[in-house]
């Protein structure tokens, strides 16, 4: 997936509160209570019901709550990796003695109505927890003698004990399974203390009101009204994507494993080319693959058929996949770790590129590996970028579609390749697809690389149906390659090379996958 070029880096402050304004933090929320949405924040009163649900008697409730198997008071066993999560936690406490920091997982979002869409908590809150359920909250709470203990705020669960079970249509376990509670939290997550939600207010008002604090901002009406907002936040924000900019071990494994179910995606779709009618098509089969082996897709398929593919960001998909024309996937699967690939490939949907596709394809393929090779430790951010502008536009001007040298084409008061190129290629890539967007300028778009660090290449070139400067065989071409790589601490390392991507591999790649692929029919 494509970025734009820049990136909005918000502005920080690394200035310690005033006790004073400390103090004063809460006076607004306690003033006003910040009105949410049913689904967002669980109301006083009965538990949200429909308006076709029907009231239950109370005989009814009566008999629900009882001639149930008592619970078993068994904790359940730590996450998988409780230690990677913790080392992040004693990491962040590290850089901020003393203050309170507050991390929200976000709520449900509606979709329509009373419709949600699946929960995906986030990312900050993820990377520090494991956790994936909503609304919790992690506050990180200074110790007097230094340090912090880690807090986490959750729904408790009260098993049989009252209606809401049956009656709860949000949070119900009968409407939508099981959920962990307070003791169950605290065994899982591995965290020093559990607490209900119901606490939540009355205890970041009160260490508000003691103490400089620092709040993840926008995921949570809660923290957000309890909460004076002030730049310490967004500093708060830019450090946490700072953290996440360089990938610890666990967070690599989890990355080579999403772009190898990603390769198995794209062989599905390969798979399906001979057949495939329309872009839905080809969406549905890599989601099929993103949803048996992962969590989701980590970001709109894009499933862009001949001159969709010059649109870069093609998410609608409703257009028909036509034989002798290209098809430009742009998809990634998110594990059930929630990392996420990001992959595109430029496929011939016959199999085989026509003259004019090959040349197209092959510029940006040659631009790619200019940028790969510029993929190393201590160089800028920005280097493989300029090394596959500079072949872009070198090829650009050879074809005849530049009419001015390269060099003029290069020149910043011009950026004429820009016309065919529009983005740059490379984006940091995590648990979000453009990862760790709030990191510091000097830290990663005007920063050096890292061994770590996980970024996409990903050089394009499109010409426009409509675009007279462009000779008219090559109008309607659309062309990415796009491969993950992390930076290791010699060079780096592709950890999308199991995908073919030169121009003869891709299409031996094809042949293979169809040819297996009849294997299993036959
Ligand atoms: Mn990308």
Known sequence: MTQPAELAIPPASDAPVPAAEAQTVVAAVLAEPQPTPAAEEAPAGPPPAASHDSPPPKALVDFMLQGWVPPTGVLPQPIEHAEAFEARRRALSAKYPGETLVIPSGHLKVRSNDTHFRFRPSSDFYYLTGDLEPDCVLVLEPKADGGHEDVLFVEPNP????QTFFTDRIKGELWVGPRLGVPESRARFAVHRAEPLSGLRAYLEAAASGRPF??????????????????????????????????????????????DSTRRGFEDVIARLPRAKSEREVEGVFGLRARVEGNDVGYGTIAAAGAHACVLHYTKNDGKVVPGELLLLDAGVEGNSLYTADITRSLPVSGRFTKAQRAIYTLVYQAQKAALAEVKPGNDFMDPNKAAMKVLAEGLAKLGILKVSAEEALAEERQFYKRYSLHNVSHMLGLDVHDCAEARKEAYKLGKLKPGMVLTVEPGLYFQMDDLTVPEEYRGIGVRIEDDVVVTEDGHELLSADIPSQVDEVEAWMDRVWKKAKKRRD
């Open 214 to 259: 620092r709040a993840v901002r926008g995921y949570d009406h809660g923290v957000d009204g309890a909460l004076a907002q002030s730049d310490r936040d967004k500093e708060l924000g830019a450090h946490l994507a700072e953290m996440r900019i360089v990938k610890d071990a666990l967070e690599i494994e989890e990355l080579r494993a999403v772009v």
């Open 159 to 162: 098993g049989r004990s009252d």
